[in-house]
């Protein structure tokens, strides 16, 4: 019913940037909190940072003044925009939704992810 997909990840150098995007489609009446998560190899998933339909925000203390999360309500789209990216930032990044759906129920749903690696 729903399909999260994310987009952008790939291979930088310590203190390069990278762009995150996910999109969210299908039966969806409406968006609400929208986020991203990371998990490192061994490591549990943590959250990386949120953004409510009222566009407040919410970031983890690791990348704060490093890392905006962005989002553009038309298209379901949430951006996750890093700088000056450290070895410490290489995880799989997941983007997770809160949907009301068409049929009236309320769900969240997660992409599959996508990898960020931060090597020289």
């Known amino acids: 019913q729903v399909q999260v997909v994310e987009s952008g990840g790939g291979l930088v150098q310590p203190g390069g940037s990278l762009r995150l995007s996910c999109t969210a489609s299908g039966s969806i009446f409406s968006t609400y909190g929208m986020g991203w998560y990371r998990q490192a190899p061994g490591k549990q998933r943590e959250l990386v940072a949120v953004?409510?339909?009222?566009?407040?925000?919410t970031y983890a203390d690791s990348v704060k003044g490093r890392f905006t999360i962005s989002r553009d309500k038309a298209k379901n789209t949430v951006y996750l925009q890093m700088n000056n990216l450290e070895p410490e930032d290489t995880a799989v990044y997941y983007c997770n939704v809160d949907v009301v759906l068409l049929s009236g129920r309320a769900g969240d749903y997660w992409g599959k992810g996508t990898l960020v690696t931060v090597s020289a």
């Open positions: 953004i409510t339909s009222g566009s407040t925000t």
